[in-house]
């Protein structure tokens, strides 16, 4: 669904009148075209340590205009704020202070990246307290920057390094239009897995993706996102939605699987289509949920058995299938889609939060099961997200939902997609356990 309010600010008349009455000035965001630069615009690197050396030396490799030192008013395309040396709360004063003389130097649509240690790995009080100063820093100077700007995080782990293959993946796509409606998160790099692809516009190319709830909506956006980046996919979808799904599947030239995916066997059909139809499976991606929203006081059995069966209990199974299939044993990726739901709540949802806080448990538990595989499980949770659930809001509050957050206007399907697709390539192999909110930032919940 289109937000007519946002084109009409984002220029000429509209944008002096929402600037002479204090309106909400949203832009229109910067997304992944082909081809198009990562950045545009010269990209700031700040800190002295070693880190900040390499990692500028990297950004040098993807022919980026870097800069160690500031050029008063040059506009800036990104800041990359380089804090993984930091052993005490002071030791942030210097790169920090500094980065933020360049802030009002930030082009539209500019990006900031922290790139710092896990608190959880200190070697102290001091230490962790500094690196755990990292996040309140990042998330509140994403709720200040304007203009489409968004400011997000990259948290290394013991043993891993800034240029480590994930931390570098987690950088681009941050930089990145496909990160145009992920603003205040962070991803933690927890190993040094994963490799760059060979070609940056198809970093899936070779892999077989399934994609669950895939006849319509986010789902067949990931579909689209997913072949767009080189893999052949297989999309899921009840049998009810069989025209939408062979839509689908014709336009990005892959197979259609008719499965209600609560079934026993749903693992085994979803594994044995992929294998013998594709010859192999790399990549699940747990698409398929339903709302049955009511007042917990007015909840009956059937809404909330039913949005349990389909949005986690089904993932879990299927996951099963998937751990004990050595069809599913060559660096395996899986990502669901959570909601902000699950982290937040939301009134009238107590059975979809619940299934969605699941999903996320189901996550952080399965990440050392895959392991061993080399693989790895993400979660993706959106926000509110311009779909055909949401046009059917009321207009009033629709509007108000739309501008709350830090983006101050939804987000498209494409924006989770492009989240999952990253989560999905061998780029962010190193991720894993992790939870990326797609919410622009919301301002209201955890």
């Known amino acids: 669904m289109t937000d007519k309010y946002t084109q009409f600010v984002s220029r000429g008349f509209g944008k002096d009148i929402a600037k002479r009455l204090g309106l909400p000035q949203p832009v229109v965001l910067r997304r992944h075209q082909p081809g198009e630069p990562l950045v545009r615009g010269p990209v700031l690197v700040q800190g002295s340590g070693g880190g900040a050396d390499e990692l500028a030396a990297a950004l040098l490799s993807w022919d980026l205009d870097v800069r160690r030192h500031a050029v008063p008013r040059e506009k800036l395309g990104a800041i990359i704020l380089v804090l993984d040396e930091a052993a005490r709360p002071e030791d942030l004063e210097k790169p920090v202070l500094a980065a933020a003389a360049s802030l009002r130097d930030l082009a539209a649509n500019a990006r900031v990246v922290t790139v710092s240690r896990a608190a959880a790995g200190a070697p102290g009080p001091a230490a962790a307290a500094a690196r755990q100063g990292v996040d309140g820093l990042l998330r509140s100077l994403a709720k200040e920057l304007r203009a489409g700007a968004t400011a997000n995080g990259i948290v290394l782990a013991d043993g891993a390094g800034t240029t480590s293959p994930s931390a570098l993946g987690a950088l681009r796509f941050f930089l990145s239009g496909r990160s145009a409606f992920v603003d205040g998160q962070f991803l933690t790099v927890s190993t040094t897995a994963g490799q760059q692809p060979a070609d940056a516009e198809k970093p899936l190319a070779g892999k077989v993706a399934v994609v669950t709830g895939a006849a319509r909506g986010i789902g067949a956006a990931i579909a689209r996102t997913l072949h767009r980046d080189g893999a052949t996919v297989v999309v899921v979808d009840i049998p009810a939605a069989g025209d939408h799904l062979a839509t689908v599947a014709n336009e990005v030239h892959g197979t259609a699987l008719q499965l209600d995916i609560s079934r026993e066997d749903a693992g085994a059909r979803i594994i044995g289509h992929a294998v013998e139809r594709h010859g192999r499976l790399d990549i699940v991606i747990h698409n398929a949920g339903i709302t049955r929203d009511k007042l917990l006081a007015n909840m009956d059995q059937g809404r909330w058995n039913s949005v349990i069966a389909v949005n986690i209990a089904a993932q879990l199974r ?96 494409g924006d989770v997609a492009e989240a999952i697709a990253f989560l999905a390539s061998d780029a962010a192999g190193g991720i894993s356990g992790e939870v990326l909110r797609v919410c622009g930032q919301n301002l209201v919940g955890a």
């Open 318 to 413: 299927i996951n099963e299938a998937l751990l004990a299939s050595e069809h599913f044993r060559d660096a395996p990726r899986i990502v669901s889609v959570a909601s902000t739901s699950g982290i937040a709540g939301n009134r009238g949802q107590t059975n979809y939060a619940a299934s969605k806080g699941g999903v996320i448990g189901m996550v952080r538990a399965t990440a050392p099961l895959l392991a061993a595989h080399g693989g790895s499980i993400n979660a993706v949770a959106p926000g509110f997200i311009e779909t055909e659930m949401t046009a059917r809001i009321p207009f009033a509050t629709r509007e108000v939902a739309r501008r709350l957050n830090s983006l101050q206007q939804g987000g498209r399907p």
